[in-house]
């Protein structure tokens, strides 16, 4: 018995939970089929350009004027959702209301609608001769065909990341902190502006993040309503799809390469910027 | 300020958390509600602060009715039992929090802010910490830190709930005793809301013995402790030995165990109660009682050496309790097993008939209290 205590005190570092080489070799081995294998295969396609061919292919004029406008209306599209996907997370978690749990089961539709269905159903909507694009028409808004188009299909699209980052910390949140800001003479503004939305902020800006990233590569609900002019509606999923359709794959993997390097960026960012944020407030 | 509570009343949903009652609580006392989870103190507090709204009834803050009020104007200074402090915020920004949200015609310019905050972080011992986060203070920190944001606004009225709760023992004491001095210092109304009865008495003024929505007793906790109204507040205040009998002839009266009352009482079922330091144990019965028993355990915690009785011949809900010094401890040896005899030298009788229980000396007066030095009149 001693011996045997003694054997085990020898071998300090054995965990006490089993199964850990186990489960993280499968996880390893899954990230590298799943993801990381396609990834090396995409930069291998444009691993026959030259450097310069490379550069030509990524700064052509329209597929550079089609980052701006995926840019801009990704932009655009996640701050919309971030001041939305807030007010809906707010109200999901702070509110009774008959059919609340519809309204949230709801939430989750953009993400269980394939996205081409998504797209023609809001090019149909959004058509000058559609439900809402024949409203909008008469005070001379055309949202169908332009680069608004594009805003609305990504906003749709990403609408949950912001929800559901957010209803969690919500939901979290201690009464007791507003209260004591209450107490303390801090009207309901100052309050919400002081207390909770700093606690909120890290999970808002993250959803706010996805949501970007998604709407950097969205194709299917964007390419039905964009109408795709060049220079003007043309996004940069786009491009990479005409790419492919000419069989030009490495021109294809280069395009796809400045958005991967674009979205893996921003999230490195935003995970480092949480971090420290984080770790301030859990002194860990 | 003097607050006053009129027939304030709440319900959630189909409970009943407080039945009307009223309180009147003087300028500058510091009152302990106590009560187990779920009587309705918490409640009651935060009713007081304005955080809930009472289904009936008025508030008085100093003589004006503030019912109305909503919280933030009502100024009071609350204090949450998870300390309620902002986590993105240091120890200095938390305590500035409420003079910053001032209006700007009544807050103070930036530099007076500081002082003001930097004072109240000497008072509460923490100047060196001003600039850490919550998350890197310790559980007693955090609970000065916010006592020193409750009262920066210098508010006349001072609502804690719980404030101990969540801390170990030795911090708990310290903070206590710190409690006491600053609530000497200062003199503003303070009221707190626990569940320990030895924090309630050692810290109150008065203490409100609240039990199921309503008020059982008021009273400093040197009548609360000698002149308890019910057997709610007596069980309450400490551990009870209880011996449930009949009486008959002035004997009370349960299987082999019996007492004979000092004092004439009418026959019928009673109970007598008496506390762990109000019993004698000795080898042999008394002439006055008949209580055999048998000691399942001994600790030696504290002051005293206490010991845990199980009856022979005779039954109760609980085992009974008995203090004995560490002298006598030390003298008698006690061993898990031994059998010995109670015997009762102040109880409280409670029968049917009234809530109020009877006192009852067994030993006369002159012989129970010791010795002591006359107190010096200038000390008053």
Same mark, same amino acid.
């Given at each position: 018995?001693?011996?045997?205590?003694?054997?085990?005190?020898?071998?300090?570092?054995?965990?006490?939970?089993?199964?850990?080489?186990?489960?993280?070799?499968?996880?390893?081995?899954?990230?590298?089929? =799943?993801?990381?294998?396609?990834?090396?295969?995409?930069?291998?396609?444009?691993?026959?350009?030259?450097?310069?061919?490379?550069?030509?292919?990524?700064?052509?004029?329209? =597929?550079?004027?089609?980052?701006?406008?995926?840019?801009?209306?990704?932009?655009?599209?996640?701050?919309?959702?971030?001041?939305?996907?807030?007010?809906?997370?707010?109200?999901?978690?702070?509110?009774?209301?008959?059919?609340?749990?519809?309204?949230?089961?709801?939430?989750?539709?953009?993400?269980?609608? $394939?996205?081409?269905?998504?797209?023609?159903?809001?090019?149909?909507?959004?058509?000058?001769?559609?439900?809402?694009?024949?409203?909008?028409?008469?005070?001379?808004?055309? =949202?169908?065909?332009?680069?608004?188009?594009? *805003?609305?299909?990504?906003?749709?699209?990403?609408?949950?990341?912001?929800?559901?980052?957010?209803?969690?910390?919500?939901?979290?949140?201690?009464?007791?902190?507003?209260?004591?800001?209450?107490?303390?003479?801090?009207?309901?503004?100052?309050?919400? @502006?002081?207390?909770?939305?700093?606690?909120?902020?890290?999970?808002?800006?993250?959803?706010?993040?996805?949501?970007?990233?998604?709407?950097?590569?969205?194709?299917?609900?964007?390419?039905?309503?964009?109408?795709?002019?060049?220079?003007?509606?043309?996004?940069?999923?786009?491009?990479?799809?005409?790419?492919?359709?000419?069989?030009?794959?490495?021109?294809?993997?280069?395009?796809?390469?400045?958005? /991967?390097?674009?979205?893996?960026?921003? &999230?490195?960012?935003?995970?480092?910027?949480?971090?420290?944020?984080?770790?301030?407030? %859990?002194?860990? | 300020?003097?607050?006053?509570?009129?027939?304030?009343?709440?319900?959630?949903?189909?409970?009943?958390?407080?039945?009307?009652?009223?309180?009147?609580?003087?300028?500058?006392?510091?009152?302990? /509600?106590?009560?187990?989870?779920?009587?309705?103190?918490?409640?009651?507090?935060?009713? *007081?602060?304005?955080?809930?709204?009472?289904?009936?009834?008025?508030?008085?803050?100093?003589?004006?009715?503030?019912?109305?009020? %909503?919280?933030?104007?009502?100024?009071?200074?609350?204090?949450?039992?998870?300390?309620?402090?902002?986590?993105?915020?240091?120890?200095?920004?938390?305590?500035?929090?409420?003079?910053?949200?001032?209006?700007?015609?009544?807050?103070? $310019?930036?530099?007076?802010?500081?002082?003001?905050?930097?004072? &109240?972080?000497?008072?509460?011992?923490?100047? %060196?910490?001003?600039?850490?986060?919550?998350?890197?203070?310790?559980?007693?920190?955090?609970?000065?830190?916010? /006592?020193?944001?409750?009262?920066?606004?210098?508010?006349?009225?001072?609502?804690?709930?719980?404030?101990?709760?969540?801390?170990?023992?030795?911090?708990?004491?310290?903070?206590?005793?710190?409690?006491?001095?600053?609530?000497?210092?200062?003199?503003?109304?303070?009221?707190?809301?626990? %569940?320990?009865?030895?924090?309630?008495?050692?810290?109150?003024?008065?203490?409100?013995?609240?039990?199921?929505?309503?008020?059982?007793?008021?009273?400093?906790?040197?009548?609360?402790?000698?002149?308890?109204?019910?057997?709610?507040?007596?069980?309450?205040?400490?551990?009870?030995?209880?011996?449930?009998?009949?009486?008959?002839?002035?004997? /009370?009266?349960?299987?082999?165990?019996? =007492?004979?009352? $000092?004092?004439?009482?009418?026959?019928?079922?009673?109970?007598?109660?008496?506390?762990?330091?109000?019993?004698?144990?000795?080898?042999?019965?008394?002439?006055?009682?008949?209580?055999? &028993?048998?000691?399942?355990?001994?600790?030696?915690?504290?002051?005293?050496?206490?010991?845990?009785?199980?009856?022979?011949?005779?039954?109760?809900?609980?085992?009974?309790?008995?203090?004995?010094?560490?002298?006598?401890?030390?003298?008698?040896?006690?061993? @898990?097993?031994?059998?010995?005899?109670?015997?009762?030298?102040?109880?409280?009788?409670?029968?049917?008939?009234?809530?109020?229980?009877?006192?009852?000396?067994?030993?006369?007066?002159?012989?129970?209290?010791?010795?002591?030095?006359?107190?010096?009149?200038?000390?008053?």
């Amino acid at each position: 018995m001693a011996l045997a205590l003694q054997s085990l005190s020898l071998n300090p570092g054995k965990r006490v939970l089993p199964g850990f080489a186990l489960s993280l070799g499968i996880s390893l081995l899954f990230i590298s089929l =799943v993801l990381l294998l396609p990834v090396t295969g995409l930069l291998m396609q444009t691993a026959g350009m030259t450097w310069q061919e490379y550069w030509s292919v990524i700064t052509d004029p329209r =597929v550079v004027a089609s980052y701006k406008v995926t840019v801009y209306a990704a932009l655009i599209a996640s701050l919309f959702n971030g001041v939305v996907g807030l007010l809906l997370a707010w109200v999901l978690v702070r509110y009774e209301f008959p059919g609340k749990r519809l309204v949230d089961a709801l939430m989750d539709l953009p993400f269980a609608l $394939p996205t081409a269905v998504a797209g023609i159903t809001l090019s149909a909507l959004f058509a000058t001769n559609g439900w809402y694009g024949s409203l909008l028409a008469e005070v001379g808004i055309k =949202v169908a065909y332009t680069p608004l188009g594009i *805003i609305v299909a990504m906003s749709f699209t990403s609408l949950p990341f912001v929800v559901r980052t957010v209803q969690p910390v919500l939901e979290d949140l201690a009464a007791e902190d507003e209260e004591a800001g209450i107490t303390m003479g801090g009207s309901d503004l100052t309050v919400f @502006r002081r207390v909770v939305f700093p606690s909120l902020w890290p999970g808002l800006l993250t959803g706010i993040a996805l949501s970007f990233t998604r709407s950097l590569g969205e194709f299917g609900a964007v390419i039905f309503i964009a109408g795709n002019m060049p220079y003007i509606s043309e996004i940069t999923s786009l491009m990479i799809f005409i790419r492919l359709q000419e069989f030009d794959y490495a021109g294809a993997s280069a395009i796809a390469s400045v958005v /991967l390097l674009a979205s893996l960026i921003l &999230l490195f960012a935003i995970n480092i910027w949480q971090a420290h944020y984080l770790h301030r407030i %859990h002194g860990r | 300020m003097s607050i006053r509570v009129e027939n304030i009343s709440k319900r959630f949903g189909g409970f009943q958390a407080l039945h009307p009652l009223s309180l009147e609580i003087p300028d500058g006392e510091l009152i302990g /509600l106590l009560g187990p989870s779920g009587s309705g103190k918490t409640t009651l507090l935060r009713i *007081i602060a304005g955080l809930e709204t009472a289904d009936s009834g008025q508030i008085f803050f100093h003589g004006e009715d503030v019912t109305r009020v %909503h919280v933030r104007e009502r100024r009071v200074g609350f204090v949450f039992q998870h300390y309620a402090l902002f986590r993105h915020m240091t120890v200095a920004e938390n305590v500035a929090f409420g003079l910053e949200v001032m209006p700007k015609a009544e807050r103070p $310019p930036a530099a007076e802010i500081r002082k003001r905050v930097a004072n &109240l972080l000497e008072m509460v011992q923490l100047g %060196h910490l001003a600039q850490r986060y919550p998350a890197q203070l310790s559980g007693g920190q955090k609970q000065r830190v916010a /006592l020193a944001r409750a009262l920066a606004m210098q508010p006349q009225v001072l609502l804690l709930d719980e404030p101990f709760g969540a801390l170990d023992a030795k911090v708990r004491k310290d903070l206590r005793r710190w409690l006491r001095n600053l609530h000497d210092e200062l003199h503003f109304t303070s009221v707190f809301v626990t %569940h320990d009865q030895e924090e309630a008495l050692e810290l109150s003024d008065k203490v409100v013995v609240m039990s199921a929505g309503r008020i059982e007793q008021m009273d400093s906790p040197p009548q609360l402790y000698a002149r308890p109204e019910s057997r709610f507040v007596f069980e309450f205040l400490g551990h009870v030995n209880v011996l449930e009998g009949e009486v008959n002839n002035s004997r /009370l009266q349960q299987g082999e165990a019996w =007492v004979n009352l $000092p004092r004439s009482v009418a026959d019928g079922s009673a109970q007598l109660c008496l506390r762990p330091h109000e019993v004698r144990l000795q080898a042999q019965p008394d002439a006055s009682a008949n209580l055999p &028993l048998q000691i399942s355990a001994v600790s030696l915690i504290g002051a005293e050496v206490r010991i845990e009785l199980e009856p022979i011949g005779w039954q109760v809900a609980e085992p009974w309790e008995v203090g004995i010094s560490h002298n006598a401890y030390n003298a008698w040896q006690p061993m @898990r097993g031994d059998r010995c005899f109670a015997v009762p030298e102040l109880g409280h009788l409670f029968t049917p008939e009234q809530t109020a229980p009877q006192t009852l000396h067994w030993l006369q007066e002159a012989q129970s209290l010791p010795k002591m030095p006359p107190r010096l009149q200038q000390v008053i």
